[in-house]
């Protein structure tokens, strides 16, 4: 139902005559049974809460418009979270009389989201389309990139020790900084199976559900923003050293989550959280060890500097600053927050550091680049 037909059906009920805005929840509840109106259990049970949120029992009638067109303002959520309401506790439904899909769906719901109302909400208004196409796209093009260099190299592990991989147009090398391009493709390339398979796993297991829930554009630019932060932070920190892997951008979605996970960790209702929230650190950390021993402690002669390892920390700090702001903010517009702004000023201040650094760093600072291959 649109704006311009719940107006009418209002206008011809008489429901709000005296043009006060506000509509009674028993009211209308009359009316959406006298008319079948197409509300889900979700949106019913909110239209309750917001009703008993009002000192007369009423609604808004702006309220009730943006609840049936699946939009939610600040205001709504507050209203919603009011300790004042009665909203009924019931989880989602069981698994046993769900499909394959929707069982998916909850446990997406119950994965992502700390709060049951936010669970509800999702679970009830969820549609398969558009489906979360980012994350399985870049997953599959890696896969494709890294069997495509596999082949043709005939090395499957430890790819950056030929004498041919960094020769590849996608890779961030020190002395290629004027190719721009290669500050984001870099995520394309891989040292090896090990490092593909563990992103790959992650951006499966994290980033879909993610995508699920916050959609394409939000986690696409948390995606991109750890990739590009990653490059941009070794060219700083680690002058000499290429880059290779989407390291940033997993970091960035990894720690976003694992950081919304800690800071609403009563609401959180996905099962072994704790033994999942150490498993999750093991493994991060362990990669990132991994990263380290291969800079400073390469177990092959090369002919120059192993990729750096300061991606996956640049990416862990954009997912616990612009990240956590993001996942914490479902259904909610990030123009409104103050806090997003703060981040994407402190975003901007960086790039724009970066840019400058990588123009005139290198030269001021004498800095001995490696000769491109």
Not at 119 to 140: A, D, G, I
Request: glycine content about 8%; hydrophobic content about 45%; charged content about 15%.
């Amino acid at each position: 139902m649109d704006r311009s037909s719940l107006l009418q059906l209002i206008q011809e009920q008489q429901l709000d005559p005296e043009n006060t805005g506000f509509i009674g929840a028993d009211t209308f509840a009359g009316l959406v049974h006298s008319h079948e109106l197409p509300l889900d259990p979700a949106k019913l049970d909110m239209l309750v809460a917001l009703a008993q949120n009002n000192e007369r029992g009423q609604v808004c009638y702006q309220e009730l418009v943006d609840l049936v067109s699946s939009k939610r303002s600040s205001s709504f959520k507050r209203a919603i979270a009011n300790g004042q309401r009665a909203l009924p506790r019931d989880g989602l439904p069981d698994e046993s009389g769900l499909g394959v899909y929707k069982r998916f769906v909850r446990y997406v719901a119950y994965e992502i989201l700390p709060c049951e109302v936010d669970r509800r909400w999702y679970f009830y208004r969820h549609r398969s389309c558009p489906p979360p196409v980012f994350m399985v796209s870049v997953t599959l093009v890696q896969i494709i990139v890294f069997l495509c260099y596999g082949a043709r190299l005939n090395k499957w592990v430890l790819q950056t020790y030929h004498p041919e991989y960094m020769k590849s147009p996608l890779v961030y090398h020190p002395g290629h900084r004027a190719r721009a391009w290669c500050f984001l493709t870099y995520m394309f390339m891989h040292v090896g199976l090990e490092q593909l398979g563990f992103n790959a796993l992650l951006q499966l297991m994290i980033g879909v559900p993610l995508e699920m829930v916050h959609g394409l554009l939000r986690i696409s630019l948390l995606y991109l923003a750890g990739v590009l932060a990653g490059s941009l932070t070794v060219s700083i920190t680690d002058m000499r050293a290429p880059v290779v892997g989407g390291s940033g951008g997993v970091y960035a979605l990894c720690s976003a989550h694992l950081a919304n996970v800690v800071m609403n960790w009563a609401g959180m209702r996905c099962p072994y959280k704790l033994l999942r929230m150490v498993l999750a650190l093991v493994c991060m950390s362990s990669e990132v060890g991994r990263a380290v021993w291969l800079r400073f402690s390469p177990p092959l002669p090369a002919s120059g500097p192993q990729p750096s390892f300061m991606a996956h920390l640049a990416g862990a700090v954009v997912g616990v600053s612009m990240g956590l702001t993001i996942v914490r903010s479902y259904e909610e517009r990030l123009g409104d927050q103050c806090g997003w702004w703060v981040v994407l000023l402190a975003y901007g201040t960086f790039l724009l550091f970066a840019v400058f650094w990588n123009i005139f760093a290198y030269d001021l600072l004498g800095t001995h680049v490696p000769p491109p291959p």
